[in-house]
């Protein structure tokens, strides 16, 4: 079969869009660096000094919650699979979620609503679990 007869089979992907394929892939594994970095810089602000929560909360924050948004337009260009271009959307939706766990803190509530606040580290933990799924997922995307 020729290369003109390939590019017409059903599935096939253009070179763009196995360029953008790729850069999600690699946008996956920048990502999910990037949450092990938060969880780094959350410990440091609170066992070493809280000078890093500027980074855990403005720097590094912001890359993991608008790095998913890039990665969706990016994969659906490469045409991933819908189901995980949610799956990396919903980091952006967890991200949200994260800052409005924290609010309670902030704003010195008392009694059970402060408690509230204690659901960011649970929430931070399920971002982990998305960010692993989201490599299990790019190492299929990969063996195509």
């Given amino acids: 079969m020729n290369p003109a007869?390939?590019?017409?089979?059903?599935?096939?992907?253009s070179r763009p869009r196995?360029?953008?394929?790729?850069?999600?892939?690699?946008?996956?594994?920048?990502?999910?660096?990037?949450?092990?970095?938060?969880?780094?810089?959350a410990g440091l602000g609170?066992?070493?000094?809280?000078?890093?929560?500027?980074?855990?909360?403005?720097v590094n924050g912001a890359v993991v919650g608008l790095l998913p948004l890039l990665l969706v337009a990016v994969g659906w260009f490469g045409r991933v699979p819908g189901r995980t271009l949610w799956l990396t959307a919903?980091?952006?939706?967890?991200?949200?979620?994260?800052?409005?766990?924290?609010a309670p803190?902030?704003?010195?509530?008392?009694?059970?609503?402060?408690?509230?606040?204690?659901?960011h580290v649970v929430n931070a933990l399920f971002i982990f679990w998305v960010g692993l799924r989201l490599l299990e997922k790019a190492g299929r995307l990969t063996s195509r």
């Fill in 5 to 13: 007869e390939q590019a017409m089979r059903k599935g096939a992907v």
């Fill in 46 to 58: 609170v066992l070493d000094n809280s000078s890093f929560f500027y980074w855990h909360v403005n």
């Fill in 18 to 41: 196995e360029i953008a394929r790729q850069a999600y892939v690699y946008g996956l594994w920048l990502l999910f660096a990037s949450i092990i970095v938060q969880f780094f810089l």
């Fill in 90 to 102: 919903a980091v952006f939706g967890l991200v949200v979620l994260q800052s409005l766990l924290i």
């Fill in 105 to 119: 803190y902030r704003n010195a509530a008392t009694g059970w609503v402060r408690a509230i606040a204690s659901l």
